[in-house]
Structure formats: structure tokens, C-alpha cells
């Protein structure tokens, strides 16, 4: 999917806090103009396929009228208690066509049964009140926060039975949390996956409370026993709600983000906090076009198809492995050395120089994640083949940024594998975007 539009909506909008106290009243929730629709068409023409929404927040206040809690839309003066921003939002994903996703905070600070063992029956109706009557959910976000302290409420969350919850209920939904089990916390909310990311961890014996080392989320583990890709969650403002004054990230650093988190075999999950009206505010509106612009001009031309592509080792003698499928634009088409191989050397000839400063490589994800150490040399004037980078794991997408490069020949040695390499995706571009 790429990219999600995360969306940090709730009594924080309108008291300015980051982790509400969870006694705010009920009325402070008051958008004086909820329009869904504006969050999904500005999510649609932005390019992202799906919508995460906070349903519940550490505060406990839910945006749904939650049979489990007194503290929700139906408890606040706004629509006379009978809005309903789940219902609203999910309407206007399934409308356009975009996947509708649901976060709820395990912490609740409003909640009286938190911290004993009656919170789990009260957690369990929650996800069952929010995963049944509002069509079919993508992705079931379980953040991972605690602010307690060590003098705090302390919470034994029943995972197992959350977790069976969802798959009874979503069967085909993806869990984030810190491990997963759909798919893992990058470590850090600053826009970064690892340089070296596999999609692969060992999460036997760990629990969204008890997670690997931070570093271990970033890059995953090479021989991880399960399938779970890195998810980068970052705010396009400062804070993960709306406050008046605060300005979105600029487009150099969206497109920073973009790199090291698309670039680096991740998802992007964008927050854009609509403001206290219910609308996504005009100027981070307007940034994220930008942002759209600036990605669909840069990745436009593919120079790669300017030249023909050659690959040292190739199964067969047809078509189904050939080189030349790496530039074909349809996913399933795929280059394929022999069984047995573990290296290649794949080059791109040139008639005329060309001038480029991102690399795009694609590994066929539904065959596995297998690359695990390769460089990219160019031709030198002088006819000596340069080594301009190296990298590890390539995954689903890995984008190289280098300075502009101006050859006549690009060539890729996949130097360790850990099986038979099999790309369906290689790309050489320009970025020329101003910053
Ligand atoms: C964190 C939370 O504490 C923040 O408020 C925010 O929701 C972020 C996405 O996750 O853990």
C-alpha cells in the first residue's frame, strides 16, 4: 500500500494536549463542521490507500457510540449525541474506495476498571463494538504507550484474547503493534526505518508489552521466524493532534520521510490531524499536494527504459525469467536466476549518457524477502566500472539516493542472497524537485 494517512482526532483537538487526562468533559468534543469526506478526498488525491483513525485515545474518549464506555459521542451535546465519526468515516472510505483502519489505545486513563482484570472484558467489548458495524476493517492499530510511571495503574493486557478478538471478528485484518503479528512499530516516530529492514522477526516469546530492542524493530532480523514489515508512523506536524499555529513538516522533509521509510522497505503512515472544525486545515491540505506532485514528477521517467537490460544468470531461455521483466510495469513479472545462484550482475546499457540521482530496486515480496548485500557501479568516462552504492536488503522497495550521476552504463551486483535473487522492479530517476 505504501502509504496510509493516519488520522489523531479527538478531545486533544480541542484542549491542545498530546495525552488528554482522560477528565475532559464530554462536551469539549465539539467540531463545529465534521466533513469525513474532505479527510477522504485530500487522503485520496494524496495518493494514500487507506485511513487509520484514533477511535479511542489514551483519554479513553471514544468516537463511537461504544456500549462499553460512558464516555463517548453519546454521551457530548455535539450532534445532540448521535454522531458517530467511525460511521461517518468508514461511509466515506468505502464510498471512494479507500481502506478504512482503526487505532485504539490499550492505555485508557479514563476507564475505572484500568489496571485490574475486569479492563480486559471492557477492552474485549470495545474491539468487538468497533470491528463489527463498520464494514470491513484493513488494519487494527494497538499503540503501544504507557505514561502510567512506575507508581501508575498497572495493566496485564490479556494480548491473546485481543488478538483472537480481531481474527474472529476481521479475519482479514493486519495487527500493528510493537511485534505485530500483521505488522511491526518501526522504533521511532521520527520517519526512519532501517537502512538494513527485513520484514522478517522472531516475535516467539515477546507480546506488544515486552517488545525486542528498539534497534531490533528497525531492521527486523534476517532469519526472523515471522512476516512482519516495518510500519513508520509520523505526524506531518509536530504534535499527533491538531494545534492552531503549529506548521506541517515542509516537502523536503516529507520527501526525506518518504525515502527512508517507502525507500527503505516500509510503509508510511502519515498523521494529519484535522483541525477543531473536523477539516483537514488548507495548508496541510496544500502541502500534501505538493508532496503528491513532487512524487508523481520524480518517479514519471523511468531512464531505466531508455536502455536494455541484461542479466549475467537467467533461468531458462524464455520469457517467464528474463531481465527484460524487471521494466515491465506489472507486478507479477519477474527476473529469476537459476535456483542454485545466490549472486548476479544485472546492467543497464545506455545508446546516450543519462542523469540520475535515485535507484528503485523491487524485490517479488510474494516469494519472500532474499537480498541481502549488493552495490551499484556505474561506467566511468574512462571506461572503469565505480562503485557509487552499497546496500543490504532491498524488500518490497528500496530507493538509493546518491548525487546526480551522469553514464552511459548502471550495473547491480547482488553479491548475497539467501536464496536465488528474484526482482520484478528496478528503476533509475531523477530528482530535481526544489526544496
Ligand atoms: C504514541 C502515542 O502516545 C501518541 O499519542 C500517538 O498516538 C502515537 C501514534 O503513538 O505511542
Known amino acids: 500500500m505504501e502509504m496510509n494517512m493516519f488520522v489523531h482526532f479527538g478531545p486533544n483537538t480541542f484542549t491542545g494536549l498530546e495525552w488528554g487526562t482522560g477528565e475532559e468533559p464530554e462536551d469539549i468534543f465539539n467540531p463545529t463542521d465534521l466533513n469525513c469526506m474532505q479527510w477522504v478526498e485530500t487522503a485520496e488525491k494524496a495518493g494514500f490507500k487507506g485511513i487509520i483513525l484514533t477511535a479511542k485515545h489514551h483519554d479513553g474518549f471514544c468516537l463511537w457510540p461504544n456500549p462499553a464506555s460512558q464516555h463517548t459521542v453519546r454521551e457530548c451535546s455535539w450532534r445532540n449525541g448521535q454522531g458517530d465519526v467511525l460511521k461517518e468515516l468508514s461511509d466515506a472510505c468505502a464510498e471512494r474506495g479507500l481502506k478504512f483502519g482503526i487505532y485504539i489505545s490499550p492505555w485508557d486513563r479514563h476507564d475505572p476498571h484500568y489496571g485490574t482484570s475486569a479492563y480486559n472484558n471492557v477492552f ?4 468487538e463494538s468497533a470491528l463489527t458495524g463498520y464494514g470491513p476493517i484493513f488494519e487494527q492499530w494497538f499503540d503501544g504507550a504507557c505514561g502510567e510511571g512506575p507508581n501508575g495503574k498497572k495493566q496485564e493486557y490479556n494480548w491473546p484474547a485481543f488478538f483472537s478478538k480481531v481474527t474472529q471478528l476481521q479475519p482479514d485484518a493486519i495487527m500493528f503493534s510493537n511485534i505485530g503479528p500483521g505488522c511491526r512499530w518501526v522504533g521511532n516516530e521520527e520517519g526512519h526505518a532501517g537502512e538494513t529492514c527485513w520484514s522478517m522477526m522472531t516475535i516467539d516469546g515477546y507480546s506488544p508489552s515486552h517488545s525486542p530492542e528498539i534497534e531490533i524493530l528497525n531492521t527486523g532480523e534476517q532469519n526472523g ?11 506531518l506536524h509536530n504534535g499527533w493532534f491538531y494545534r492552531e499555529g503549529e506548521e506541517p513538516k515542509s516537502l523536503g522533509q516529507l ?12 510503509l508510511l503512515l502519515l498523521n494529519v490531524p484535522p483541525d477543531t472544525r473536523g477539516h483537514i486545515a488548507y495548508k496541510d491540505s496544500l502541502r500534501l499536494m505538493e508532496f503528491r506532485n513532487a512524487l508523481d514528477s520524480i518517479f514519471a521517467h523511468n531512464l531505466a527504459h531508455k536502455g536494455t537490460i541484461q542479466a549475467d544468470h537467467t533461468r531458462g531461455f524464455g520469457q517467464k525469467f528474463a531481465a527484460g521483466n524487471m521494466l515491465r510495469n506489472t507486478y507479477h513479472s519477474y527476473w529469476a536466476p537459476r535456483d542454485q545462484d545466490t549472486t548476479a550482475v544485472i546492467t543497464i546499457s545506455f545508446p546516450e549518457k543519462q542523469c540520475f540521482n535515485r535507484i528503485v530496486l523491487q524485490e517479488y515480496i510474494p516469494l519472500g524477502q532474499r537480498i541481502r548485500d549488493f552495490d551499484v557501479d556505474i561506467k566511468d568516462n574512462d571506461g572503469t566500472w565505480q562503485t557509487i552504492a552499497h546496500g543490504t536488503t532491498i524488500g518490497y522497495k528500496r530507493i538509493l539516493c546518491t548525487k546526480e550521476i551522469t553514464t552511459e552504463q548502471v550495473r547491480i551486483r547482488i553479491n548475497k542472497s539467501m536464496a536465488c535473487p528474484v526482482l520484478n522492479g528496478i528503476g533509475l530517476f531523477l530528482d530535481d524537485i526544489e526544496r
Open 124 to 127: 474485549l467489548q470495545t474491539l
Open 225 to 235: 521466524h515471522s512476516w512482519v514489515p516495518a510500519e513508520t508512523d509520523i505526524s
Open 255 to 266: 520527501l526525506d520521510i518518504y525515502y527512508n521509510s517507502v525507500g527503505r522497505n516500509s
